[in-house]
């Protein structure tokens, strides 16, 4: 592992950029709040140039994912060589203990000390995760159009279900123009999502082993990409459970309590949905998961408690095939 000397906290907005270095001793050593901007960059790479022996292979740079906002930082830095770590704001917080105040200088300050701290835990950008997120862009794009066309339907139907026939009409006329455009986008965003997939050779094998799980559709799986960077964010499978929102929890504290397990509100909801609709594909399809469906429910388990566990089988069999690199092979037969 790189021995670093100076450790970089950058708190990321909209506008401006909150800066705290600190050397490997956790001494503070630059304080400075900059635009997020190009020029913003070019005003804090001279400052850091100040700093007694300082070079970009021996500075680590820690920011929160922040999507969008990040990218100016990128831009800048990572073609010039900087290390540059994106981690999660929820993590960063937690892992932190109890803080008190919020202010962006003080962020800063944290974000720094988080690097320091959990150093071996980092993950540096690379070049793929810039693919990647712009396919995360993309797919975003791709969910807004899609609900603004569901938004047109679902009225269209609520006027049906009503037997309000003048107001379906003038609705039908009125959207029928903005319906066709949405649709027409959105192949237009999803051509250009499998585009990039394509042009990776580690996204679209990765894509096609995690397609190749029972149940698991090109939805789930491009989702699973984006929210596991890629499964650099996550190799175990535990983990990536109970950050989906799929693995159980037990509820109980000395003698009186004793509540059945269940899973965390803490989860990536968009996700879980994902895994949900693929664990009822999978029940719907011949094989062993849709046998161990019936099973259990016969057994008198709760349907939903059962479709949880098969989420969670699926959360395992994902993580599976990406660490054998072979896709998934059926070996069950009832």
């Not at 949405?182 to 050779?201: D, F, N, R, W, Y």
Request: glycine share 4%; with cysteine.
């Amino acid at each position: 592992m790189t021995t670093y000397n100076y450790f970089i906290g950058i708190d990321i907005g909209k506008k401006t950029n909150a800066v705290c270095v600190f050397d490997a001793l956790e001494n503070r050593k630059l304080e400075l709040s900059i635009p997020n901007t190009k020029a913003g960059m070019e005003a804090l790479l001279k400052q850091l140039n100040k700093l007694p022996d300082f070079e970009l292979e021996t500075t680590l740079f820690c920011m929160e994912h922040t999507g969008i906002y990040c990218q100016p930082m990128i831009n800048f830095f990572y073609p010039i060589g900087a290390n540059l770590w994106l981690q999660s704001a929820v993590h960063i917080k937690h892992s932190l203990g109890l803080t008190r105040g919020k202010t962006d200088k003080a962020d800063a300050r944290l974000i720094a000390k988080y690097c320091i701290r959990h150093q071996r835990d980092q993950r540096l950008f690379k070049l793929t995760d810039k693919v990647l997120a712009t396919v995360r862009q993309l797919a975003q794009q791709r969910e807004r159009l899609m609900e603004m066309a569901k938004a047109f339907t679902d009225l269209s139907q609520d006027y049906q279900a009503m037997g309000l026939l003048a107001e379906l009409k003038l609705h039908q006329q009125t959207s029928e123009v903005a319906l066709v455009a949405l649709q027409k986008q959105i192949k237009l965003v999803e051509a250009q999502i499998e585009g990039h997939i394509k042009a990776s050779p580690e996204l679209k094998s990765n894509m096609d082993l995690l397609m190749s799980i029972p149940g698991v559709g090109r939805q789930t799986a491009l989702f699973m990409l984006i929210f596991t960077s890629n499964f650099t964010r996550f190799t175990d499978a535990k983990k990536l459970a109970s950050y989906a929102g799929v693995a159980p929890f037990a509820y109980e504290s000395g003698s009186s309590v004793r509540g059945r397990t269940k899973v965390s509100r803490m989860a990536n909801t968009k996700l879980k949905h994902l895994l949900h609709m693929a664990a009822l594909a999978a029940v719907k399809a011949k094989g062993e998961l849709r046998d161990y469906f019936e099973r259990k429910v016969a057994a008198g388990k709760r349907k939903m408690s059962v479709y949880n566990a098969i989420r969670n089988k699926l959360v395992h069999r994902m993580v599976s095939v990406m660490e054998r690199r072979t896709a998934y092979m059926a070996i069950y037969e009832k």
